[in-house]
């Protein structure tokens, strides 16, 4: 899976406040005796866990390309080094 910087940045924003949401619904609730606060919340919680899923794949997703992107530029540098050194030069 790969996401964009964007979508990334907006899902990670959205699942570091969730649990804040969740929090203060509770709070709220058990004060102007609002509707539903454990439900709301266990709800607002699922969500905030199942997007750190989502975010951890994909963080895992880009570094693993980015580590082959790496292994390719030193095979480049690799194979100029090998070049260099059957010319006698360098």
């Given at each position: 899976?790969?996401?964009?910087?964007?979508?990334?940045?907006?899902?990670?924003?959205i699942q570091r406040w969730l649990p804040l949401?969740?929090?203060?619904?509770?709070?709220?609730?058990?004060?102007?005796?609002?509707?539903?606060?454990?439900?709301?919340?266990?709800?607002?919680?699922?969500?905030?866990?199942?997007?750190?899923?989502?975010?951890?794949?994909?963080?895992?997703?880009?570094?693993?390309?980015?580590?082959?992107?790496?292994?390719?530029?030193?095979?480049?540098?690799?194979?100029?080094?090998?070049?260099?050194?059957?010319?006698?030069?360098?």
């Amino acid at each position: 899976m790969r996401l964009s910087d964007k979508t990334y940045d907006i899902l990670k924003t959205i699942q570091r406040w969730l649990p804040l949401v969740s929090t203060l619904y509770v709070a709220l609730a058990a004060i102007w005796g609002l509707p539903l606060a454990d439900e709301i919340s266990k709800t607002l919680m699922a969500i905030a866990a199942f997007l750190a899923g989502i975010l951890e794949i994909a963080t895992a997703n880009y570094n693993k390309s980015l580590n082959s992107e790496m292994e390719r530029d030193d095979e480049v540098n690799l194979d100029i080094v090998s070049h260099e050194d059957v010319d006698g030069v360098g």
